[in-house]
């Protein structure tokens, strides 16, 4: 019962997230490319849940499909940006990095093909708060702290850096 | 059914498309803000690519590094289009093709 759970969620949201990265990649409106991430965002939260990673799934839509995607969508209603145009001119360009990106999927798929044989059964024992919790504050200790100077240093640079200069 | 379950060449598999299409959206896309979620569609890839290494050894380090990942993303997101808007009130234009003002 639980692996057909796991496989259900699994296509579901795989298939779900990649059509969220085909849908950013060619929609020419940026609020439509962003509606198409935020889909992606949640699938990925999705497949965290299917992976037993419940508290990674919970910050996925809380930070990334709540909080940066809320920042893009005021940056791009703030600036009024109209459609890309003449995206169409650069065939050799945009032929070049589809052959390019398809060169890699090529080539990651064929160097990882041995991990087929992991069934990832069994429970993940480090999906929940309490042992997050615990490596948090033992063993990752410094680098946990660390992110609340870069997040103070990020607050300030971003007001300093997006400040009218009419007024200092 | 049982042939379909997922193992973790699976979740590497969508992983690693994601991460293309990233890479084919930063190289083909000339709007400055659609580059950027390019660029943190491809940090969601590798954050993947890591939940499925920590639950496939049963080892924290995957998952915390992509704890530590989401923070640094989120502190880059803001800094990044506090650049963007900056550039929109000096140029009136965020085309990567145009903002060429460091070229010598």
């Known amino acids: ?168 | 059914m049982e042939s379909l379950a997922p193992n973790a060449f699976s979740y590497l598999a969508v992983s690693i498309v994601m991460f293309a299409i990233g890479t084919i959206g930063v190289m083909t896309r000339r709007n400055g803000i659609v580059v950027f979620m390019c660029i943190e569609l491809m940090l969601n890839a590798v954050n993947l690519s890591l939940v499925t290494f920590s639950r496939m050894h049963n080892d924290p380090t995957g998952s915390m590094l992509v704890f530590f990942v989401m923070c640094v993303a989120a502190a880059e997101a803001v800094v990044g289009l506090s650049i963007i808007i900056a550039l929109f009130r000096n140029k009136l234009d965020i085309d990567i093709n145009n903002l060429n003002i460091f070229k010598w």
């Open chain 1, 1 to 168: 019962m639980e692996a057909t759970l796991q496989t259900i969620l699994f296509w579901v949201f795989a298939i779900l997230g990649i059509a969220g990265g085909i849908g950013l990649l060619f929609n020419r409106n940026p609020v439509y490319a962003a509606l198409s991430l935020i889909l992606n965002f949640f699938s990925i939260a999705g497949l965290y849940l299917s992976l037993q990673a419940q508290f990674l799934s919970i910050i996925q839509v809380l930070v990334y499909a709540g909080a940066i995607m809320v920042l893009f969508l005021f940056v791009i209603m703030l600036l009024n940006l109209e459609h890309e145009s003449g995206v169409t001119t650069f065939h050799t360009r945009r032929a070049l990095a589809f052959v390019l990106g398809l060169a890699f999927v090529g080539e990651m798929l064929y160097v990882f093909r041995g991990l087929s044989a992991y069934k990832l059964e069994g429970s993940f024992e480090y999906g929940e708060v309490e042992p997050i919790g615990y490596q948090l504050m033992t063993y990752y200790l410094l680098p946990f702290e660390m992110i609340s100077v870069i997040l103070l240093a990020a607050l300030i640079g971003a007001i300093i850096v997006a400040r009218s200069h009419k007024y200092i």
